[in-house]
């Protein structure tokens, strides 16, 4: 698939610490049109997108377990995970803070994932959102 109909969702947790870090980061992002920056979602939204994606990528640098990687897994979703610690032998990994691997694997797996437009998946994350606040009210 072409590069117009691949989109990068990009969730920022446990950045908090740093603003300084998380506004740069916040800049680049948003400055490529085929990536959706949401902000951290409740557990039920966070699962709920995550059985919808395409792909789980998780190149984290500390890590004690990764349960979304396995939550994904049971879903469906393929992952790629860095080898900072033990992760479910269904996951693809590469190794922690190597990004031409992090990249090669990478693109070899989206070549290989369904393909979601930007619009399915902002309407998938509205509905998720609706979902949740009807039920919050029931």
């Known amino acids: 698939s072409d590069e117009s109909s691949c989109y990068l969702i990009v969730i920022l947790y446990g950045t908090g ?3 300084a870090y998380e506004r740069i980061l916040r800049s680049k992002l948003l400055r490529h049109p085929n990536v959706i920056l949401l ?3 409740p557990a039920e939204g966070f699962l709920a997108l995550l059985s919808k ?5 998780r190149p984290s640098t500390v890590d004690s377990y990764g349960l979304a990687i396995q939550d994904a897994l049971d879903m469906g979703t393929p992952c790629l995970a860095s ?7 269904r996951c693809a990994i590469f190794p922690a803070r190597d990004k031409e691997a992090f990249i090669r694997q990478a693109a070899s797996l989206i070549k290989r994932c369904k393909v979601f437009s930007k619009e399915d998946t902002r309407e998938h994350h509205s509905q998720v959102y609706l979902e949740m606040i009807l039920k919050h009210y029931q």
């Not at 994606?53 to 990528?57: A, G, I, K, R």
């Not at 080898?83 to 032998?89: G, L, V």
């Open 17 to 19: 610490s740093d603003p």
């Open 53 to 57: 994606v395409s792909l789980y990528l």
């Open 83 to 89: 080898d900072i610690c033990t992760r479910d032998p």
């Open 39 to 41: 902000e951290p979602l």
